[in-house]
């Protein structure tokens, strides 16, 4: 009993004592290292919203060309809304009968392609075509934006939009967290007991572990090394997907709004041995969970040409790829709504 005591007394009080003050101490550096590099996003196209889940969006009232990803002379045209969104004021929409929401990311706002070619606006277009101002079509998407960010921006305007339908676009990135350097801790770490303890697995992962055996890549990573990984049960990135697409079915049910899943293939990777038809079957079977109707277009190309698909100069979706979509959501869509 006097050895156990002292062992508490000289090795174990101390131990734990070290490990708060540690703990304490990279959690208020954490959060002084995202208050540095809030200032300068504020001139930028994408300003931070900071200490929030959205992490940052797109400036409001924002009219600005952005250079193709991997060929900066070509461009094309961003202009946003009062709230930050690439589409028309939303008080315009009170003329339709209907309201869908679209949320999603880049696949989503149209990168690379003009605004009356994303495929939410070609949506709206075909559902008023038998009958004008039937259904307002509001697309919600950000460039970069993560599921978690998507049920942000649910929680913050559905309410204010009173949507019929909200569909969740859902693109194989959507697991990769958002832009680390201005993120509320708070969310970056929400699974973890630890910050401190976190960070050094990172570290350990990205110095030691690359290439080592599985089992312990399992027991002490925290990073994906690729897109179908970010859904290993023993990474944190699968569980924020499935609990934000959780969220945001509640939420729905709250607004009495139809959920729907449209999961939209990766132009960048080879159709015919595509590498991510995991992520499809994983997010079916969530929705299949959570009782949610998902539309997989990789149904709809799986036998096309990805570079017939993709943006010449960028590697985002083209007008092709954002009209088929377009074609096969106002299908959808009508039979959601019981429209004529």
């Known amino acids: 009993m006097p050895n156990l005591r002292k062992y508490f007394t000289y090795v174990a009080i101390p131990v734990m004592i070290a490990a708060l003050f540690t703990e304490v101490a990279w959690r208020g550096l954490l959060y002084y290292r995202i208050s540095q590099n809030l200032a300068p996003t504020r001139t930028t196209p994408y300003p931070a919203l900071p200490w929030t889940r959205r992490v940052y969006g797109l400036a409001p009232n924002l009219s600005q060309n952005f250079g193709f990803a991997s060929d900066r002379a070509k461009t094309y045209e961003v202009k946003s809304n009062s709230l930050g969104f690439r589409d028309r004021e939303f008080k315009d929409l009170n003329r339709f009968k209907k309201r869908v929401v679209v949320l999603g990311d880049s696949y989503t706002l149209g990168e690379a392609v003009a605004a009356e070619n994303a495929f939410p606006q070609v949506t709206e277009k075909l559902l008023n075509q038998k009958s004008p101002n039937s259904v307002g079509v509001m697309n919600l998407g950000q460039g970069g934006y993560d599921t978690i960010q998507e049920a942000a921006v649910l929680e913050e305007l559905g309410p204010k939009l009173h949507p019929d339908v909200v569909v969740l676009e859902y693109t194989m990135n959507d697991a990769e967290p958002p832009n680390q350097r201005i993120a509320n801790p708070a969310i970056m770490y929400q ?9 050094f697995k990172i570290s350990l992962q990205h110095h030691f572990l690359k290439g080592r055996h599985r089992l312990v890549r399992k027991l002490i ?15 944190v990135n699968g569980r924020a997907v499935k609990d934000s697409i959780a969220q945001i079915a509640k939420r729905c049910a709250s607004l009495n709004a139809r959920l729907e899943i449209l999961i939209l293939p990766d132009t960048t990777a080879d159709f015919q041995n595509y590498p991510y038809y995991p992520i499809h079957q994983q997010v079916r079977r969530w929705a299949d969970e959570l009782g949610i109707r998902t539309i997989d277009m990789m149904d709809e190309f799986e036998k096309m040409q990805s570079t017939d698909l993709r943006t010449e100069g960028d590697g985002h979706p083209n007008e092709t790829y954002h009209h088929k979509v377009a074609q096969v959501l106002a299908r959808e869509l009508e039979t959601t709504l019981t429209l004529p």
């Open 221 to 235: 990573s925290v990073l994906p090394n690729s897109y179908t990984e970010g859904y290993s049960k023993y990474l």
């Open 191 to 199: 699974y973890a007991y630890s910050w401190a303890w976190e960070d």
